[in-house]
Each structure stands twice: as structure tokens, then as C-alpha cells.
């Protein structure tokens, strides 16, 4: 009665092992670190080498690597290439913090000089004012397009809206009255700069170019 016992658990084991996939078999072998240990020799197989068409001898462990290189691969390629590591929210602010502090100062400085050109004294509380409504749309400006400057269709859209922002502020501090000079002159100053060191080099180089040019043809001039 024992002997039939012992031998039917055996069977029950052999079974169970039976019904192992071979992949799991060998990642328990992988795991256990006998081919590590293991000096003697290992067992060859052949494998196709894809560019040459060629069959060479490889260990079986560098085929199993192989595979999951490959696995990753294909798992990239279906997203949509390798998926570069997203940057950290912190990270984000802080780069909008160091955009925002001195495109602010840029404007409360245009502010002021663009009154003091026309003998307006501003006040403190005058300032405090102005620059409270135009903080919120230099951070929502610097917010959606900050980490995007790199993208082909922004760094389009900059190139041509630096050229009309720029021809624009030149030919408002020189044929525009009083009133709109000092609405519209901070603004565009402050948008023109940032558009401008958002661009790559070239695109920037070539479009200052271009406003110098409009400025020469329409006969204005750069002043404050």
C-alpha cells in the first residue's frame, strides 16, 4: 500500500512538472545560479545571425537575452520609440519661476520708462495694479509653451509671431499716440523678448534680421 502511494505521489510530480512552460523552467534555472557556477562545459546551439543569413554556435543564456532585447525593442517600436523619462513637476515650476521673475521685471521696467518718457510720475500702488494683471498672462504664456519650445509647429509659430510682434512695437513707439504707447508698448516688449530667446539661434538670428529689414524699408526708427 506505501509502495502504491509513493508512486502514485511520484507520478502527481511528474505531472506537475510536466505542465511547466519550458520559459518558466528555464528562468528557474536562470534564478537558481547553476550556470553560474557551473565551469564545465555548456550546451551549444545554433542560431541565424539575421544580416549575414548565417548559422553560428551560441550559448542558449545570450539567446535568452537576446529575446528580451528584442521584446523591449518591439515594445518600443509599438509606442512609438524608446520613451524618454517625464520630467518632474518641481522641476517644471521652477523653470517657469526663473521665466516669469524676469519677464515681470522686464515689463514693470518698460512700464515705468515708457511713463517717464511722457512726464508721468507712477505711483507705487499704480504699479502694484498693473503689474497684478499682467503677471497672470506671463505665467499662462510661460506655462503652455516653456516645455514645448523644442515642438517644430511652436518654434514655427514664434519665428512668424516674433517678426509681426516686433514690427508691431516699432511702429507703435513711433507713429502711435500717447495713450497706446503706454497700453501697448510693456506687452510687446515683454512678448517680443521672450519669443525671441525661445527660438533656436538661427530662427532667432534670421528673425531680427527680418525686423531690422521691415524697420529700413517702412523708414522707422528704435527709440524709447
Known amino acids: 500500500m506505501a509502495k502504491q502511494q509513493s508512486s502514485t505521489q511520484s ?6 512538472e510536466e505542465h511547466i512552460p519550458e520559459s518558466e523552467q528555464w528562468g528557474i534555472i536562470q534564478n537558481s545560479g547553476l550556470l553560474d557556477s557551473y565551469d564545465g562545459p555548456r550546451a551549444r546551439v545554433l542560431k541565424r545571425n ?14 535568452e537575452t537576446d529575446n528580451e532585447e528584442e521584446e523591449d525593442s518591439e515594445e518600443e517600436r509599438e509606442e ?3 520613451q524618454e523619462p517625464p520630467t518632474d513637476l518641481p522641476d517644471k515650476i521652477f523653470d517657469a519661476v526663473l521665466l516669469v521673475i524676469p519677464l515681470t521685471f522686464l515689463w ?13 510720475e507712477p505711483t507705487i500702488m499704480d504699479e502694484v495694479r498693473r503689474v497684478g494683471r499682467a503677471v497672470p498672462a506671463i505665467i499662462i504664456m510661460v506655462g503652455f509653451t516653456a516645455h514645448r519650445k523644442a515642438e517644430r509647429w511652436l518654434q514655427a509659430l514664434m519665428f512668424w509671431a516674433s517678426i509681426a510682434v516686433g514690427m508691431r512695437l ?7 499716440p500717447r ?8 506687452p510687446l516688449t515683454v512678448l517680443w523678448v521672450y519669443m525671441i530667446i525661445q527660438l533656436h539661434l538661427p530662427s532667432a538670428i534670421i528673425s531680427l534680421m ?5 524697420i529700413k524699408y517702412l523708414g522707422l ?4
Request: net charge positive.
Open 11 to 16: 507520478y502527481k510530480a511528474r505531472e506537475r
Open 50 to 63: 539575421t544580416s549575414s543569413g548565417r548559422f553560428q554556435e551560441v550559448d542558449p543564456y545570450d539567446i
Open 80 to 82: 512609438g520609440g524608446p
Open 108 to 120: 514693470l521696467m518698460m512700464d515705468i520708462l515708457v511713463q517717464q518718457q511722457y512726464n508721468i
Open 170 to 176: 516699432v511702429y507703435v513707439v513711433n507713429k502711435s
Open 179 to 186: 495713450l497706446t504707447v503706454i497700453r501697448q508698448g510693456p
Open 210 to 214: 527680418l525686423v531690422a529689414a521691415g
Open 221 to 224: 526708427k528704435i527709440r524709447l
